[in-house]
């Protein structure tokens, strides 16, 4: 519907502009003619051609319309896309010293304007010069804008002041796995969450991917940053220095937080290994995943679902809510269907947590076996 509203208004739009114009040219075109017309004809004549000028330009902005609105939705999509990454004090900055810049311009131009010739033209030059140096600095030094930060930030008066709190560096695979957003929203992290800049890039070539599971898992990340960023409670701070001389992303990540003296959260086993090399404290999301998981010994009972064959005879496998394998002796015979288990022993393996267990059912009669 409000599709069909901007067309008929770009129809009148265009109307009005080809009627407006075509009269002003045929009016022009009859003052220099040598042909003889009444003043009636001469009326006519520029009604009727106006019109037709008018109809024509009509048509072109009604047929032109939806292209133009196309475009116009891509462009705030992009912008969007652009614009989300980007912390809310960073625009705010940004803004200011963009009116700064102009105010100064605008001071300077007074003069500059007045200029023979060339005034116009350069007091346009100093205008966009300074508005994109205004931007520049105070991007570039929004640091020292703590105030601003203040407006914008959540943290309570009573809190240590921002420089002195912990920096908490994320790598890519922490932040697409999206686990750690609401880790942050229990209160068990506490400082300063730093996005570098090689990650947010990294994340953008990846939502970029013509490979359909990177475009999502690139997009899901940066969804995830743009949730953290509007509902946790800590600060989220977009880190834009770069290690030029570093191609490998690690490896910027281990210098960076050595840098900040600061901690690597990730769940990637590799980096976790090179930050320890490194002596750079590292928080692996999966090893806090494995460490909260129930605490189960020998002879504790559960009910558990027996849903597939073990890799042994008569075994079958079940799992728990939050994932841990269970491999049930004798289970094969329950198979789909919910069984009263005991637990046999526990195994902790680099995977994570596996139980054994038995049927209550067979324990029972054991038991009474050997009474």
Not at 332 to 352: H, I, P
Request: charged letters at 20%; aromatic letters at 8%.
């Amino acid at each position: 519907m409000a599709q069909k509203i901007l067309r008929i208004a770009a129809f009148l739009i265009g109307f009005i502009l080809g009627y407006q114009a075509f009269n002003a040219g045929f009016n022009a075109l009859t003052a220099v003619s040598t042909f003889n017309l009444t003043q009636t004809g001469i009326n006519a004549a520029s009604i009727s051609v106006s019109i037709l000028g008018g109809s024509v330009f009509g048509i072109i902005f009604y047929i032109f319309t939806p292209m133009i609105i196309g475009y116009v939705i891509q462009f705030n999509s992009w912008m969007e896309g652009k614009l989300r990454v980007i912390p809310t004090q960073d625009i705010v900055v940004g803004v200011m010293g963009l009116i700064v810049g102009l105010f100064i311009a605008a001071l300077l131009g007074i003069g500059i304007y007045r200029i023979p010739w060339i005034g116009v033209y350069l007091s346009l030059a100093v205008t966009l010069i300074l508005g994109y140096m205004g931007v520049s600095v105070a991007t570039n030094r929004k640091d020292e804008f703590s105030f601003i930060a203040n407006l914008f930030s959540r943290q309570n008066k009573g809190e240590e002041p921002f420089a002195e709190k912990t920096f908490k560096v994320l790598d890519t695979s922490v932040i697409i796995d999206g686990r750690i957003a609401d880790i942050c929203k229990t209160g068990f992290i506490e400082g300063v969450l730093i996005i570098p800049g090689f990650v947010l890039e990294e994340l953008r070539h990846i939502a970029d991917s013509s490979d359909v599971l990177k475009r999502n898992r690139g997009r899901r990340g940066l969804d995830i940053l743009n949730k953290m960023q509007k509902e946790l409670s800590i600060p989220v701070r977009i880190e834009e220095q770069d290690f030029e001389d570093i191609a490998e992303v690690d490896s910027k990540l281990v210098k960076l937080a050595k840098k900040l003296n600061g901690k690597v959260i990730t769940n990637d086993y590799n980096l976790n290994k090179v930050c320890e090399l490194q002596g750079v404290p590292v928080l692996n999301i999966n090893e806090l995943a494995n460490s909260i998981k129930p605490i189960l010994l020998p002879g504790e009972e559960m009910k558990v679902q027996i849903i597939k064959d073990g890799k042994e005879s008569g075994q079958g496998i079940g799992y728990l809510d939050d994932g841990t394998m269970i491999v049930v002796d004798g289970g094969k015979n329950y198979m789909m269907e919910k069984v009263d288990v005991v637990v046999t022993s526990v195994l902790q393996t680099a995977a994570g947590r596996m139980i054994f267990a038995r049927p209550k059912a067979y324990m029972e009669k054991y038991f009474n076996e050997v009474k």
